[in-house]
């Protein structure tokens, strides 16, 4: 027990000999500084008594600890003097108590003459004491830094091992997490997939010293976990995770998985490394892979793998300063691509300036130059608007502010991995966010990241595969609110021939409807007609809905006639011939674009080029071959997008034509449905 009380020396007494304004100056000062002078000494003198009975306590604990090592066994005849140590026929230890014992067994004995030594032994590893979380905290994370007293040992001996536990019950009947014997220390983080949300636990620790001997269990404190644990959504944002910090989602264009994006800290950047700029290429020659806007690992990946890596010197500093060291061990850092990097500027701008109000490049032959507003960001999940002059505003995360420690350098243009032509690519401006393009063969800065797949279903490898009431299709991004959907195939009883329900008209007349001017929504359309219109007058759509929607087919009453780039996904994943692809699409009307069959730009992943005359291929899918059970016909499948006031557009099944007919006209139909994927 420590005296750490100091009484403060008083200032100097006035003196008969002072001058009259010395002496009432010296007077108020003294009379001052005696009103504090009672609680130090009231204090130092409870310090002392608690001195005195610790002192006291450990004179007590030595001489049962030396009374131990002349223990010998008790005799009855015999008078045994304070301190003195005996082994009952129990074969305890125990020390007399008073100065002058004969005749008292020690182990009948009610504790006035004899102490049991075992019982009141002193604690060689002193047992420690939780101290964070403190007892009661709210709002855990899933994993907690476990925080205990400072190891003490009796004599000294090294502490070796530590022991933590987190259990459901305050009796630790039921553990949920033990770290085991592990390595000397009084903090331990609980690792990931142990805790679960909105939970009581209780947490525990013990020391063991270098001889073995272990202290008691702590005292359990007791937490609660929050209701909700880090997740891959906007209100995590900016959160120190997987070796960065989180910027946001987006989805692939290359493989249609969704990723959580993590930008590395300032170590990660050329610039404030001290790296400097750093040429996209040293040669203004194309790359065609680098053609994604939200995939820049699959142009790292190809560069790293197919190419010269030294001619590609942004993408040869990631791979060298951070892959090849592990940093922050993970060693698949790259350079974002456009859509990527624009979640790290809406999200880390280090400055307050106002952003750059106006729109891309709008280039035909340019790729991802749409004319659109600076920021737009339709591969985001969720989709985000363009810039406004306020938004985004500087970010909240200090570090990431300018002049912190992982600050974006502003002014100053970042390199995407997207290149826009042969002799540019890419880039976004830190200062304003504008997002334009420079020459490859110019220094540039360079902010590396990383991203994580995030768990879905809804992925390629799992195209074909039996969920939610059919088959899944692929995914597609909705023309009519942004957001992603996987499409859902249904069986054979979605579909008027295989029922024998025989073709249908689209409608009755042929006359417009502007809500059917989607390419990528035909949900909204099912929804417009049945709310909005006389529903025997789109016999299409009459009949998914009464022999479908109004019988709940397979669970589910939101069926729908799929939009154009929807059906391409049905024809595209489940064609049932080994016909040849052929042809290009009309030139007037919505959604005449003149492409090659099957170039679809809502879809994940995006197929720019269109059919082949050999890709898709022939479904492997043998339920949905030619003449098997869930197969589509070889004919004309209406879509539900029209294009324009006369005609709406059909898709071949036989060899994939995309092309329009009068809504007047009977066509087959086949329901899909489909499953919000994004936000």
Do not use: C
Request: no cysteine.
């Amino acid at each position: 027990m420590s005296i750490d009380q100091n009484i403060t020396t008083l200032p100097n007494a006035p003196s008969r000999s002072d001058a009259p304004s010395e002496f009432s100056d010296k007077a108020d000062a003294f009379v001052g500084a005696l009103g504090q002078l009672p609680s130090e000494l009231n204090t130092y003198a409870t310090q002392v008594n608690a001195a005195e009975t610790q002192i006291e306590e450990w004179y007590e604990l030595a001489a049962a600890g030396a009374a131990i090592l002349d223990a010998t066994e008790w005799q009855s005849g015999t008078t045994y003097a304070e301190y003195d140590a005996v082994i009952g026929s129990d074969g305890q230890t125990y020390r007399s108590l008073v100065a002058s014992n004969v005749g008292n067994d020690p182990t009948t004995d009610d504790g006035s003459n004899w102490a049991r030594i075992g019982a009141e032994a002193p604690e060689l590893v002193l047992k420690p004491e939780p101290v964070s979380p403190p007892d009661g905290e709210t709002e855990i994370s899933e994993t907690p830094t476990l925080v205990a007293s400072t190891y003490y040992s009796l004599y000294g001996k090294t502490h070796a091992l530590s022991r933590f536990q987190v259990a459901t019950d305050v009796d630790f009947t039921a553990i949920v997490y033990d770290s085991g014997e592990i390595a000397a220390t009084d903090t331990h983080t609980v690792p990931s997939d142990n805790l679960v949300e909105s939970t009581n636990y209780y947490w525990r620790v013990y020391y063991e010293d270098e001889d073995g001997v272990e202290s008691e269990f702590s005292d359990p404190f007791e937490f609660t976990t929050s209701d909700q644990f880090f997740a891959f959504t906007p209100e995590f944002i900016g959160t120190a995770t997987e070796g960065g910090y989180y910027a946001g989602n987006v989805f692939s264009d290359v493989d249609g998985l969704r990723r959580a994006v993590i930008v590395s800290d300032g170590d990660g950047d050329t610039n404030r490394t001290g790296a400097g700029g750093k040429d996209w290429r040293t040669s203004e020659t194309s790359l065609p892979e680098a053609q994604t806007l939200s995939d820049g690992k699959s142009v790292m990946d190809h560069i790293v793998s197919n190419e010269t890596l030294s001619e590609f010197p942004a993408f040869e500093w990631i791979q060298t300063t951070l892959n090849d060291t592990n940093y922050n061990s993970y060693n698949d850092w790259y350079l974002p691509a456009r859509d990527e990097l624009s979640l790290l500027y809406r999200f880390f701008k280090p400055t307050s300036d106002a952003n750059k109000i106006g729109t891309r490049d709008l280039a035909s032959d340019r790729f991802g130059a749409d004319g659109e507003g600076h920021g737009t960001n339709k591969n985001s999940d969720p989709n985000y608007p363009e810039y406004t002059s306020s938004d985004p505003s500087q970010t909240s995360l200090t570090n990431f502010q300018e002049g912190g420690a992982d600050y974006f350098s502003s002014p100053n243009r970042y390199w995407s991995a997207t290149e826009q032509k042969a002799d540019v690519s890419w880039d976004t401006s830190f200062d304003d966010g504008q997002q334009s393009n420079f020459s490859k063969t110019i220094g540039v800065s360079v902010r590396a990241v990383r991203s994580i797949v995030l768990d879905t279903p809804y992925k390629p490898a799992n195209i074909g595969m039996e969920m939610d009431g059919g088959y899944y299709a692929g995914n597609v991004r909705s023309d009519v609110d942004g957001k992603w959907y996987a499409i859902i195939l249904s069986d054979a009883s979605g579909d008027t021939d295989r029922t024998g329900a025989g073709d249908k008209q689209w409608r009755t007349s042929n006359s417009a409807l502007s809500q059917a001017q989607t390419l990528s929504d035909g949900k909204s359309v099912m929804d417009h007609i049945v709310a909005n219109e006389t529903l025997a007058d789109f016999p299409a759509f009459e009949w998914i809905q009464t022999t479908l929607n109004d019988t709940s087919y397979n669970g589910f009453s939101d069926w729908y006639l799929p939009a154009r780039d929807e059906l391409d996904l049905v024809y595209r994943h489940f064609k049932p011939t080994t016909n040849a692809n052929i042809g290009t699409r009309p030139t007037t009307g919505f959604g005449a674009d003149g492409e090659t069959y099957g170039t679809n730009k809502n879809s994940a992943p995006a197929d720019y080029d269109g059919y082949t005359i050999s890709d898709p291929i022939q479904t492997s899918l043998t339920n949905f071959q030619d003449g098997s059970a869930d197969y589509l016909t070889t004919a004309e499948y209406w879509s539900s997008t029209e294009i324009d006031n006369d005609r709406s557009w059909y898709q071949d099944f036989n060899n994939g034509p995309q092309d329009s007919r009068d809504k007047d006209f009977s066509y087959r139909v086949r329901a899909v449905r489909r499953v919000q994927i994004s936000e």
